[in-house]
């Protein structure tokens, strides 16, 4: 019998989400294929044997054996300033997974959907996204997303393209563009009243975002009066890496 | 308890190395107060110098697990049971 094997990843493509956000596609021989929410370890090793590892959600749906993941640079972090600035393409880390089973959604779902994200959160909820759109699925989605102001956005040419059944409106807690109605400010019931589903539509939801973003959104949806056995939470701890 | 826990999420990769089967969506129950939910739900603290699951309900310690260089240990102290869900043929 054999562990999760650590495999081998090469850095295939890159590109910047915004100026502290790094999208990386791996190249990863014999990688298994993954749901859209589930994340991989990487881990990282020096020369001198010293080896650290982190979590990361994947942002896109199964593609052969490539692997997208989007890192934001924590500052000071031990592992993500080398992905987001360091690692070149053809340049190899290890990678394990995919792991979690609890925050996916398949495209066989036939519950409306909402998606909720907190910064750096949108990321395995943009795998959702993307897997409904490759796989055709008419299951309508909602996605609500709140960042400190619209330059901290990932994936903003995407999401602003059509997608017929995604519905994304944004929030912004610090700085709002030119003519935006809505003040800046944190998460508020309204805000998930106007942009996400009603309770009586009995919508899957997922959360994901900082431990204290998910807390209030997670209250603000129960509070709204959706189904607890149907909101689906993910914490990214206060400090990563 | 403070708010700077991570959730049962964050055991996906630890406890997959144990078991051959993804156990976020396992169901347990809790020994304190007798919740039950997925332990994707629970409230983790780590990683260093391991994670420990705490329950949502009262924070009582559920599971705990910690990797040394040969060896993981892995303490259920919390769970009554746990209902790990076989049916699913796909990756996790």
Same mark, same amino acid.
């Given at each position: 019998m054999r562990r999760l094997p650590w495999r081998v990843a090469r850095l295939a493509e890159s590109r910047w989400e915004n100026d502290s956000a790094r999208t990386l596609v791996l190249e990863v021989p014999g990688w298994p294929g993954h749901l859209a929410g589930q994340h991989v370890d990487v881990r990282l090793t020096a020369e001198d044997g010293y080896s650290t590892q982190r979590s990361y959600s994947i942002a896109a749906p199964a593609d052969g054996e490539r692997v997208?993941?989007?890192?934001?640079?924590?500052?000071?972090?031990? *592992?993500?300033?080398?992905?987001?600035?360091v690692l070149e393409i053809?340049?190899? *880390?290890?990678?394990?997974?995919? *792991?979690?089973?609890?925050?996916?959604?398949?495209?066989?779902?036939?519950?409306?959907?909402?998606? *909720?994200?907190?910064g750096s959160g949108i990321v395995p909820l943009m795998a959702m996204v993307r897997q409904r759109r490759r796989a055709g699925s008419r299951t309508p989605f909602r996605l609500l997303y709140s960042t400190r102001d619209p330059g901290r956005r990932y994936y903003a040419e995407e999401l602003r393209r059509p997608d017929p059944g995604l519905d994304v409106t944004y929030v912004y807690t610090r700085a709002v563009p030119e003519g935006w109605s809505r003040p800046p400010g944190r998460l508020m019931l309204d805000d998930l009243a106007a942009g996400g589903w009603p309770a009586e539509f009995a919508p899957d939801s997922y959360v994901c975002g900082p431990t204290g973003f998910v807390e209030r959104a997670a209250d603000l949806l129960l509070s709204l009066g959706h189904d607890p056995g149907r909101v689906r939470t993910e914490r990214f701890g206060p400090t990563g890496g | 308890m403070t708010d700077d826990h991570l959730d049962g999420n964050a055991l996906a990769g630890p406890l997959r190395e144990i078991f051959a089967v993804d156990m976020t969506a396992a169901v347990g129950r809790c020994a304190g107060c007798g919740l039950t939910g997925p332990l994707a739900t629970l409230h983790v603290y780590g990683p260093g110098p391991g994670f420990t699951a705490r329950c949502p309900g009262c924070e009582e310690v559920v599971l705990r697990v910690v990797r040394g260089p040969d060896a993981a240990w892995l303490d259920l102290r919390g769970a009554v049971s746990l209902r790990i869900p076989l049916t699913d043929a796909e990756p996790s």
């Open positions: 997208e993941l989007t890192v934001e640079r924590v500052p000071d972090g031990e *592992v993500s300033p080398y992905l987001a600035d053809g340049d190899e *880390v290890e990678i394990r997974g995919p *792991v979690g089973g609890w925050f996916v959604w398949r495209p066989d779902g036939a519950a409306p959907v909402l998606l *909720v994200a907190g | -």
